[in-house]
């Protein structure tokens, strides 16, 4: 099993940044860790997409936040990052990180999912 830890969650007013954090931990030697990404979700509206990151760096963003958001992951710390700046109300959410994690003696793909971490940008 492969938990994530998220951090850095909290509130913020509007045009204002923050920055997530998600370690991998327990167990990872048994995995090869590929895409991490981030997602986020709103009282009443369905989980999206807000950035995947490759092992070897290739990004994709959400709409609603490219040109704001940037993703980027420390292979060595098994740890990735999302720096979200220009803040609104709208991004106000839970965001959950996420690794796709493939088992060395299996070879099994299984996606882990960290417990969430709130995230409030007030007006």
């Known amino acids: 099993q492969v938990q994530l830890v998220e951090s850095g969650g909290g509130s913020v007013q509007a045009g204002g940044s923050l920055t997530l954090s998600c370690a991998a931990s327990?167990?990872?030697?048994?995995?090869?860790?590929?895409?991490m990404g981030w997602y986020r979700q709103a009282p009443g509206n369905q989980r999206e997409l807000v950035a995947t990151?490759?092992?070897?760096?290739?990004?994709i963003y959400g709409n609603s936040v490219k040109g704001r958001f940037t993703i980027s992951r420390d292979n060595a710390k098994k740890t990735v990052y999302l720096v979200m700046n220009s803040l609104q109300p709208e991004d106000t959410a839970v965001y959950s990180c996420n690794v796709e994690a493939t088992s060395y003696s299996s070879g099994r793909i299984t996606t882990y999912w960290g417990q969430g971490t709130q995230v409030t940008v007030s007006s």
């Open positions: 327990r167990s990872t030697f048994s995995f090869i860790l590929g895409d």
């Open positions: 990151i490759t092992s070897s760096g290739t990004t």
